[in-house]
């Protein structure tokens, strides 16, 4: 039978390359998955890797980047979602209920924030915000329906490494689930589980991207049960991520451990340099000695992401802190971090803290956070010179 020419091109027999085998993932797209009989679409269940169901719950792509994942966090099972901020919202949704609490660290990444004030909150799921840097006290603050501690080493924008091990050990003890937002540590620098964590989340937006041009988080696990909670919340909601994302992150793992090193060491270069100005009262950088929570972060790290802030004098007025935000050319004005480009962003501490936070010693005078991105050392340390001069002076 002669078939048209639209049926043709759909029916092609398109057949691979004989013989075409190269290391690199290729990149799979699908919605429908096409099963041979109908005795095979039922056989086939959306939980088992071996089988591929439909395009919402994996290719082969996205699987062979889950796996790559919990290698480097070093769980057992993971799941993406299609950003950072999705994955947050996933392990909140798959752990918690109505009239269940979440603890949140004062320092927690604002977004989260956000989310256990807007939708856990019309949902009926309580939060506290705890003083992360209070290891001894926290115990105290677990109650009766505390269900999720969550996690940030170090904090977001004020950069203190809390003791991790303790806060974890605490929460175990009382048989509550922790989750650790890992996107500063990112499997390299800090591995949640050896501190016993129950689930690592991470914006890999940040550095498995490495590109600031993809968005994507994933949620990982070591405990079978666990996951299973969790992959059955996001299936459920429908949290899958493209193929070709997928495979963007995939070709940038490959160079993720030399761009977290190269990252680290000229993050730790400017931020020493920075400390030295006079303009400076304070940085914030727990690789560095008198930076909150230093201690903590010997204890629990092998390395650092190249991210840090620093406490400009009180002395300046905000109209001068951002006029040397403003003359800086290297540093682009912008949120997120670990690309290619060194970013800049000054906050205002006092609309982002729980008021016994803010008047902690450490964070007098004005706040500017700093990524540091691939270019040279000494071209952005120019940079943060001509600026400084220009602007405090
Ligand atoms: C960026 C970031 C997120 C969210 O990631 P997105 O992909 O931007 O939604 C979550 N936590 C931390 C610490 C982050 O830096």
Redesign the pocket.
Known sequence: MARDLSTELIHHAYKPPAGFAAPQEPVHKASTVVFPNVAALRARDWRNKNGYTYGLHGTPTTFTLEERIATLEGGTECVLAP??????ALVGQALLSAGDEVLLPDNV?G??LQLARGEFARWRITHRLYDPMDAAGFAALLGPNTKLVWL?APG?VTMEFPDLAALAAAAKARGVATAL?N??GAGIALRGFEHGIDIAMQ????FPSGGGDV???SVVTRDAALHERIKLTHMRLGLGVAGNDAELVLRSLATMPLRYAAQDAAGRALATWLGQRPEVAQVLHPALPGSPGHEHWQRHCTAAAGLFSVMLHERYSTQQVEAFVDALQLFRIGY??AGPVSLVVPYELTAMRSASAAHQPHLHGHLVRFSIGLESVADLQADLAQALERALR
């Open positions: 950003s950072g901020l999705a994955a947050v990444y977004p989260s940030e977001s937002d996107t500063w914006a890999l937006t940040k968005l994507m988080g997120s971090w």
